[in-house]
């Protein structure tokens, strides 16, 4: 038998990635439906409910999200429309129709104040709009009674879009020297190695029956500095990158200084091995380099 599958937000960094790997790995087993706002705009109770009936869907990836960060600071409704009252629409609709959904959170839910990993059961305290934003979203479907997977990442990059790797590449070749922020840590994700990580939960989700946090980052712990200077080496960039701190680089929203995920979780429970961010960042770049974005 094979099962449908829903992805929301299609043409983004993670949507592009889960489309990579079901096409490579999973299209035997699964009939994904990817759409992005053109086919089916979350914030449209009616097309979601419509789109759900109508292709008789089984399981929901919702990678749609409002991620512009520091904008959501002056655009606080629509940050909230698409991250808290979409995702309402999906979880009560995951509820009536019995669909397992898979949300996507963030590590900004968090304050950055902890000194040990952060564990999906810690306390909450975001710090932005969006990170506000995201948290409520969380509780639209933990206040709720369906089978569900929310999982926080941080620091997500891709061949596609726009994303850190990508913004340090081209400024690697236009600039000499470039100062980054050395005194915020946490760890980054390959948005590809998420999207595997995804496909698990989906082949297990029988371990899931009611809604669960995760936390999933790729392996090891570094600031922004460390993973700028290592972007400049492994792509040969002469640039030479100066670590600077948050003060000294001021932007609308207030970011956590630490976001260190616990990864034990989503590990033992999936039986899942993450790859190290230095590995990860390797095959990506040879991506970028390949032009398979
Ligand atoms: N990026 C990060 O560093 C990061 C870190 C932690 C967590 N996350 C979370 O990870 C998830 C995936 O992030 P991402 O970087 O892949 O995001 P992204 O690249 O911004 O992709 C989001 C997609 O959703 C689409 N979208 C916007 N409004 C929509 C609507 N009303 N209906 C349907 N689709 C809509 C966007 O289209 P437009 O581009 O046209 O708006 C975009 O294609 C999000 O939940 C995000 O909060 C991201």
């Known amino acids: 038998m094979s099962y449908n599958i829903l992805v929301t937000g299609a043409k983004g960094q993670l949507g592009r990635s889960l489309r990579k790997v079901y096409e490579e790995q999973f299209k035997t087993q699964y009939e994904v439906f990817f759409t992005d706002i053109e086919e ?15 292709n008789k869907i089984d399981i929901v990836i919702n990678a749609a999200a409002y991620t512009a960060v520091d904008k959501a600071e002056t655009d606080k409704e629509n940050a909230f429309l698409l991250n808290q009252t979409a995702v309402r629409f999906i979880a009560e609709l995951c509820q009536k129709y ?15 104040t902890s ?48 994303n850190f790797v990508k913004t340090m590449l081209r400024l690697g070749n236009e600039k000499e020297r470039l100062n980054v922020i050395n005194d915020q840590v946490g760890a980054p994700t390959n948005a590809k190695d998420l999207a595997t990580a995804i496909f698990a939960i989906i082949n297990k989700r029988h371990l899931i029956s009611s809604p669960q946090i995760f936390h999933y980052a790729n392996e090891g712990t570094i600031s922004w500095y460390d993973f700028a200077r290592e972007i ?28 260190i995920f616990d990864l034990s979780k989503i590990k033992t429970q ?5 790859p190290f961010w230095k590995d990860s960042l390797k095959r990506t770049l040879q991506e970028i380099k390949n032009n398979e974005s």
């Open 98 to 112: 019995q669909i397992f959904l898979i949300h996507i959170s963030t590590d900004y839910v968090f304050d950055g």
């Open 115 to 162: 000194t040990v990993p952060y564990t999906p059961e810690m306390t909450i305290n975001p710090l932005s709009v969006y990170g506000k934003s995201k948290a409520e979203g969380e509780r639209e479907i933990l206040e709720r009674n369906l089978r569900a997977a929310i999982v926080r990442t941080s620091w997500l990059y891709s061949p596609y879009g726009t």
């Open 40 to 54: 089916l705009d979350i914030t449209n109770q009616g097309a979601l409910e419509d789109f759900i009936a109508d």
């Open 270 to 274: 999936f039986a899942l091995s993450i």
């Open 232 to 259: 400049m080496t492994m792509s040969n960039l002469p640039c030479v990158v100066q670590p600077i701190r948050t003060e000294e680089y001021p932007t609308a929203a207030q970011r956590p200084k630490y976001s």
